[in-house]
């Protein structure tokens, strides 16, 4: 098929539009710095935490996620992100790059079974921590997907679940997954727990085993948007 060139007006647009996604993801980075420069990330449990993994967390502690993953970067190098194929992945992906961490661009739901080969080869890659967010792309809410335990299985490697709180925080109630925009200044501490290797028995009863997820103590539906203390 012949490919058409873009006009003036096209190629004019399209200048723009990386110009400002250049500009707010300059502004992510930013705002992550001052939050990293100014406050503290805690991560408690993380003995026994090694290579080889796989890393959950809650969708809404993306943004916390992003300095967790500084601080295990350091010495957990090779750490992938499976993150969403359209455009916003195209700001994880250059916060986690900023970071030493590399996205795995994934598109959403189902149409990402064409590609399941392709995410599990990245997983069985000796040494690799691949890490997603539980109920995500799209939610409900703290309803963790198969995902994660599908590629722990057939990967061999153990699953563990970062659990995250904030001493100051913005939540979003306007989105499903009430995320959460830590402050300057604050602490985010990380419970990281070991939930262990998964087998076909946890997968067929994946509804009872999911339930060992639990989710954050402090409710978050109904929070008004604004200033919020999880501790």
Not at 8 to 28: D, F, L
Not at 181 to 199: M, N, Q
């Amino acid at each position: 098929m012949k490919a058409f060139a873009l006009t003036g007006e096209e190629r004019q647009q399209s200048r723009i539009r990386a110009a400002q996604k250049a500009v707010i993801c300059a502004g992510i980075r930013l705002y992550l710095k001052v939050v990293e420069k100014t406050g503290r990330v805690i991560i408690e449990g993380e003995e026994g935490l090694g290579p080889d993994v796989m890393a959950g967390y809650w969708h809404g502690d993306g943004t916390g996620m992003y300095l967790v993953l500084a601080k295990l970067v350091k010495r957990l190098p090779d750490i992938a992100v499976i993150v969403t194929a359209d455009e916003r992945g195209d700001f994880i992906e250059d916060v986690l790059k900023h970071y030493g961490a590399r996205a795995l661009r994934m598109p959403d739901g189902l149409r990402m079974r064409k590609r399941f080969p392709e995410l599990m080869k990245e997983a069985k890659q000796p040494g690799r921590v691949i890490a997603t967010a539980l109920d995500g792309p799209l939610g409900p809410l703290y309803e963790p997907k198969k995902l994660l335990f599908l590629l722990a299985k057939e990967a061999d490697k153990e699953v563990w679940h970062f659990k995250l709180s904030y001493s100051a925080a913005i939540r979003s109630r306007g989105r499903w997954d009430h995320h959460a925009y830590p402050l300057p200044f604050s602490t985010i501490r990380v419970k990281a727990e070991r939930i262990g290797r998964v087998d076909s028995g946890k997968l067929k009863n994946f509804e009872e085993y999911k339930k060992r997820f639990t989710p954050p103590s402090r409710t978050l539906r109904g929070l008004s948007e604004g200033s919020s203390n999880d501790n």
